[in-house]
């Protein structure tokens, strides 16, 4: 299993970027979808949310800014981040994770840092 993210990079305040996480080695179309990022110094937390039928969940902090997204057909997640703040500087990680019976399959991709300077 991987999830490849990517899109990370240095933005100025107010800019925008696009993440991408591609997924292999699993039936992604049945995977419920996250990205989380960690802070310098900080536990990691959850951004958004997607579910493997397109319901979507954000974190206070950036509904109205960032967009969570999936191509089922690609096998990617995406997430537009718009009006980025200095406080979205971090490490970003998509996550995914479905049932399976009893067994609860859950998988983490490397990040992909994303630095806003004001």
């Known amino acids: 299993v991987q999830l490849q993210a990517s899109g990370g990079g240095l933005v100025q305040a107010g800019g925008s970027l696009r993440l991408s996480c591609a997924a292999s080695?699993?039936?992604?179309?049945?995977?419920?979808m996250g990205w989380y990022r960690q802070a310098p110094g900080k536990e990691r937390e959850l951004v958004a949310t997607?579910?493997?039928?397109?319901?979507?969940n954000y974190a206070d902090s950036v509904k109205g800014r960032f967009t969570i997204s999936r191509d089922n057909a690609k096998n990617t997640l995406y997430l537009q981040m718009n009006s980025l703040k200095p406080e979205d500087t971090a490490v970003y990680y998509c996550?995914?994770?479905?049932?399976?019976?009893?067994?609860?399959?859950?998988?983490w991709g490397k990040g992909t840092l994303v630095t806003v300077s004001s």
């Open positions: 996550n995914g994770e479905r049932r399976l019976g009893g067994t609860r399959l859950n998988y």
């Open positions: 080695g699993i039936i992604f179309s049945m995977y419920d």
């Open positions: 997607i579910t493997s039928g397109g319901m979507s």
